[in-house]
Each structure stands twice: as C-alpha cells, then as structure tokens.
C-alpha cells in the first residue's frame, strides 16, 4: 500500500508528477494535525465511573499529557496519585494551580502541603460555606468534572462520575472564568 505511486497534476506546469502515497498520507495527517492546533479538533466527551473505574488512572493520563496548564478546583484533595501527576507536570515546566475548599488547610491527609512543596500555586477557598467544585482545566483544551473529589473512597468506595470533555472552547471559557473568580478570593497557604 504504502509503496504504490499515485500520478497528480504538478502545480502550475500542466505536467503530472509521480508522488509516492506514504508521501501523500504525511500531507494528510500534517494538515489533520495543524487543523487540530488551530482549534478545530472534534468535540468529546468520556464518562468514568467508580467505585473501580480507573478514574484516578485516567485523570493522571490527562495531566502527564498537559503541556502549558493545569488549573483545579477541589472539595477534598487526600490522593497522593494525583498529586505526584500535578507536582510532576510543575516539574516539567506546566503551570499548575489548585483551589482547594479551606477545611483542607487543616485536614489531616490533605495533600496541600505536598503539593505546595512540589512548586504548584496554592490557594484555599474560604468564602464559600463549602467550595464543593471538582474541576480541572487542562490547556484550555480539556475539562475534567463529576463528583469525584481526589481521595481513595472515591476511587475505591463511593459511587462517583468524572465526565472528560474535550474541544468544548465556549464551556472551557465559562469554566475558566469561574476558576479565575474563584481564583481571585482565595487565599495562600
């Protein structure tokens, strides 16, 4: 297949050139690629479930592929899986920020501290009764959300959902503005 010579019109000469179809497959999925970093990539969606469902798993595959920013919202935040995926990425020169709910500040296997070791920009929510949010943002490209708060009961007890859109730019956008909100009221650690 890939060796066989397909004979197209040569651009402006009226003379048919040879071009091999490994040669035209590259063109295409150069153009296919290019297409997707100018935004115009296929809308997704993927629903995870738990208990058992891999969601750590695959939240920790969205963030090893992060390339310019992590933003999260989180209610309870104990996982130490995801937090070596988070700290990772900072070490690798993504920029991370966490919201957390303020009762994570003194919580007691929080992983707070952990994460503000690892270089990532820490805030705590403590405007809100409860800072209920479960979101990560991933280069303006991929939203995580669902009832999942990163903690081992969600992973291994509670009956829990993580939705994964992708190429979503108007609710990326909406979501971003709350995160920025929320950003802006919270505190340091």
Not at 147 to 157: I, V
Not at 173 to 182: E, G, I, L, R, V
Request: proline share 2%; charged share 25%.
């Amino acid at each position: 297949m890939f060796g066989h010579t397909s004979r197209v019109p040569a651009a402006g000469r009226g003379r048919w050139v040879a071009v091999g179809t490994a040669a035209a497959m590259v063109a295409v999925l150069a153009a296919a690629s290019a297409a997707r970093e100018r935004g115009s990539a296929k809308p997704s969606i993927e629903v995870l479930f738990s208990p058992d469902g891999g969601c750590a798993e695959r939240i920790c595959d969205e963030i090893k592929r992060a390339r310019k920013h992590v933003r999260v919202q989180m209610h309870v935040f104990t996982s130490r899986t995801i937090t070596s995926a988070l700290t990772a990425a900072r070490k690798r020169g993504v920029k991370v920020e966490v919201i957390l709910d303020g009762s994570q500040e003194k919580q007691r296997y929080a992983q707070g501290g952990a994460l503000k070791r690892g270089g990532v920009t820490l805030r705590y929510d403590r405007e809100h009764e409860v800072a209920n949010n479960k979101v990560l943002l991933i280069d303006d490209t991929t939203i995580i959300t669902g009832s999942y708060n990163f903690s081992r009961a969600a992973e291994e007890k509670n009956a829990e959902n993580v939705l994964i859109l992708r190429h979503h730019p108007e609710l990326m956008q909406k979501y971003f503005d709350n995160f920025a909100k929320h950003f802006e009221h919270s505190s340091g650690a």
